[in-house]
């Protein structure tokens, strides 16, 4: 069995996470299954090698392809200035309609943290991925557009908005936000998870964020009633929390304590774009950045696994970074293949070599008594841990 995999080099320290990355991928799929199952890469062309090569920074024929596609995985983008993309992260994702960002978060053993009890920190997030912030619509302070807007507002809405302002505008639809939550329960009931937190901003935006709220407590009400149950109904005696998956909110600013205090007692977030952005990465510091934080955009059909850091341009060439971000997507993307056998091979080793102490310099330098080792033999070694 072979399986297609597109993938998308990156910019800046694209290449070399996946000159690490990729190779300790195969290994795990050769590893756990012979010669029986393999993985067939066919590159796409995005970023600053598309524009080097096409003239273009996201050539049709990517798109094209990715339409059609199963499974992806990429390095990270950067966007140039000045070359009209606002950012190709978010110009695939609402072109690919990529409206789930999912993003797991765990501790990794022997690695430093600001807290003192990371290992208690084991979450998804699962961020709404085309709205929000991402279809953003923003006028600068004392443009024409900004002054005709403000003028709108106050005087056919009645809107108290200060003359000189800038103004920005953030569509939230009933549509996106269901299928947000729909996707975040289902993913806890397939696994067996205990809850799904809805994390808003409502007692402030009461019809945005307010909104997102109350649809994702209308969802579990009319599409999984005898599955899931309201913190709500829990706590007024009124059901029984044996085998279903609890429904439950929380206000951004209080789950960003309860993330610090209390982080055993959640299991799935789902959010809005903002709020999840701050989330998972706050979340990612706790268990020792986001060279350990994979994730995925997902559509109805298309599975997209991005590392989730930056490109770092001064770290391009050097063989410094951290390619763990992007062998934890290929873990996240065995797993979604159900090749689980391969899947775990590869999570184990990377546990196995974290807790030896050989870490590249990101990690090296919160971590007493660790050895600092660079990209290419971290992949190595993971590999040979495998």
Same mark, same amino acid.
């Given at each position: 069995?072979? @399986?297609?995999?597109? +993938?998308?080099?990156?910019?800046?320290?694209?290449?070399?996470? +996946?000159?690490?990355? !990729?190779?300790?991928?195969?290994?795990?799929?050769? #590893?756990?299954?012979?010669?029986?199952?393999?993985?067939? +890469?066919?590159?796409? /062309?995005?970023?600053? @090698?598309?524009?080097?090569?096409?003239?273009?920074?996201?050539?049709?024929?990517?798109?094209?392809?990715?339409?059609?596609?199963?499974?992806?995985?990429?390095?990270? $983008?950067?966007?140039?200035?000045?070359?009209?993309?606002?950012?190709?992260?978010?110009?695939?994702?609402?072109?690919?309609?990529?409206?789930?960002?999912?993003?797991?978060? %765990?501790?990794?053993?022997?690695?430093?943290?600001?807290?003192? #009890?990371?290992?208690? *920190?084991?979450?998804?997030?699962?961020?709404?991925?085309?709205?929000? *912030?991402?279809?953003?619509?923003?006028?600068?302070?004392?443009?024409?557009?900004?002054?005709?807007?403000?003028?709108?507002?106050?005087?056919?809405?009645?809107?108290?908005?200060?003359?000189?302002?800038?103004?920005?505008?953030?569509?939230?639809?009933? %549509?996106?936000?269901?299928?947000?939550?729909?996707?975040?329960?289902? =993913?806890? $009931?397939? =696994?067996? $998870?205990?809850?799904?937190?809805?994390? #808003?901003?409502?007692?402030?935006?009461?019809?945005?964020?307010?909104?997102?709220?109350?649809?994702?407590?209308?969802?579990?009400?009319?599409?999984?009633?005898?599955?899931?149950?309201?913190?709500?109904?829990? !706590?007024?005696? @009124?059901?029984?929390?044996?085998?279903?998956?609890?429904?439950?909110? %929380?206000?951004?600013?209080?789950?960003?304590?309860?993330?610090?205090?209390?982080?055993?007692?959640?299991?799935?977030?789902?959010?809005?774009? $903002?709020?999840?952005?701050?989330?998972?990465?706050?979340?990612?510091?706790?268990?020792?950045? /986001?060279?350990?934080?994979?994730?995925?955009?997902?559509?109805?059909?298309?599975?997209?696994?991005?590392?989730?850091?930056?490109?770092?341009?001064?770290?391009?060439?050097?063989?410094?970074?951290?390619?763990?971000?992007?062998?934890?997507?290929?873990?996240?993307?065995?797993? #979604?293949?159900? +090749?689980?056998?391969?899947?775990?091979?590869?999570?184990?080793?990377?546990?196995?070599?974290?807790?030896?102490?050989?870490?590249?310099?990101? /990690? &090296?330098?919160?971590? &007493?008594?660790?050895?600092?080792?660079?990209?290419?033999?971290?992949?190595?070694?993971?590999?040979?841990?495998?």
């Amino acid at each position: 069995m072979r @399986k297609t995999i597109y +993938w998308i080099e990156g910019d800046g320290i694209g290449p070399d996470v +996946w000159k690490a990355a !990729r190779p300790v991928i195969d290994a795990a799929v050769r #590893h756990a299954y012979g010669e029986e199952r393999a993985l067939e +890469w066919k590159e796409l /062309l995005a970023g600053e @090698k598309a524009l080097k090569e096409t003239g273009t920074l996201l050539p049709d024929d990517t798109l094209e392809a990715l339409r059609h596609a199963e499974l992806a995985i990429k390095g990270p $983008l950067g966007t140039p200035v000045g070359t009209g993309f606002r950012s190709l992260n978010v110009t695939l994702r609402q072109t690919l309609d990529l409206y789930a960002c999912i993003r797991p978060i %765990r501790a990794f053993p022997g690695i430093a943290s600001p807290v003192k #009890h990371p290992e208690r *920190v084991n979450m998804i997030v699962f961020r709404e991925n085309t709205e929000d *912030v991402y279809a953003g619509i923003e006028y600068e302070a004392g443009t024409p557009e900004a002054k005709r807007l403000v003028a709108f507002l106050r005087d056919e809405l009645g809107a108290d908005v200060n003359a000189a302002a800038a103004v920005g505008i953030k569509p939230m639809t009933e %549509r996106a936000s269901k299928r947000l939550t729909r996707a975040a329960i289902r =993913h806890a $009931l397939e =696994h067996g $998870l205990p809850s799904v937190t809805l994390v #808003h901003k409502g007692n402030i935006m009461k019809y945005t964020e307010g909104a997102f709220r109350r649809y994702g407590y209308d969802v579990a009400a009319t599409e999984f009633a005898d599955r899931t149950v309201t913190e709500a109904d829990l !706590r007024a005696g @009124k059901a029984n929390a044996a085998g279903k998956v609890i429904v439950r909110d %929380r206000i951004a600013d209080a789950m960003f304590q309860e993330a610090l205090l209390h982080p055993e007692t959640y299991s799935v977030l789902a959010t809005p774009n $903002l709020n999840g952005d701050y989330l998972s990465d706050a979340l990612a510091a706790q268990v020792g950045g /986001l060279g350990l934080a994979p994730g995925v955009n997902r559509s109805d059909t298309l599975a997209f696994f991005e590392a989730t850091h930056g490109t770092a341009p001064n770290l391009a060439g050097t063989d410094r970074a951290n390619p763990g971000s992007l062998i934890l997507c290929g873990a996240l993307m065995l797993e #979604h293949m159900g +090749w689980n056998e391969a899947a775990n091979r590869l999570n184990n080793a990377m546990n196995t070599i974290l807790a030896a102490g050989s870490l590249t310099e990101d /990690l &090296a330098a919160q971590t &007493a008594g660790a050895r600092t080792v660079g990209c290419t033999e971290f992949g190595e070694l993971v590999q040979q841990a495998l």
